[in-house]
């Protein structure tokens, strides 16, 4: 798992698939983590044609066989197991290589699922977390963007 990780992080462009204006939702907190850590990040929701934080506002697409580049984008999931499942499907359609669930976005058949059919699934209790609820990018993230090589630069959200 800690492998996959750091493989996530070294495709070039990403994707948060249950992003949220709400600041209160773990989708705002995961899409503010990515735009900090300067990375190249698409806010997924069907519902919003837009996504603001203080400093950017990002576009949202509505599904991910709308993202520029769903072949290159590693993909983080902050949605209901249902949803989660759903989406995996048109992911794994649309040529996505890496998913990372949040911790409560997945079931156990989930993460089979993605283990079978991408070349990188992060989630769960998998060696190499130091989160006590999981595979969390906003607790193992730096520790995955180290081991992919980058150089952390933050920015202000």
Request: charged share 25%; net charge positive.
């Amino acid at each position: 798992m800690e492998a996959a990780a750091k493989r996530f992080f070294s495709l070039p462009y990403f994707a948060v698939t249950g992003a949220s204006q709400d600041k209160s939702k773990f989708g705002y907190r995961l899409l503010a983590w990515y735009h900090q850590h300067t990375l190249p990040v698409t806010p997924i929701n069907p519902t919003r044609p837009s996504i603001s934080l203080p400093s950017k506002t990002y576009d949202t697409v509505s599904s991910v066989s709308a993202l520029p580049h769903p072949d290159q984008t590693a993909l983080s999931f902050v949605t209901p197991p249902a949803i989660t499942r759903r989406t995996l499907r048109e992911a794994k359609d649309a040529g996505v290589k890496a998913v990372w669930f949040q911790p409560g976005s997945f079931e156990d058949e989930d993460l089979k699922y993605a283990k079978e059919n991408f070349e990188f699934a992060i989630g769960g209790f998998e060696d190499g977390t130091v989160g006590g609820e999981g595979w969390c990018v906003l607790v193992d993230g730096e520790n995955a963007l180290r081991g992919a090589g980058k150089k952390i630069v933050k920015q202000k959200l």
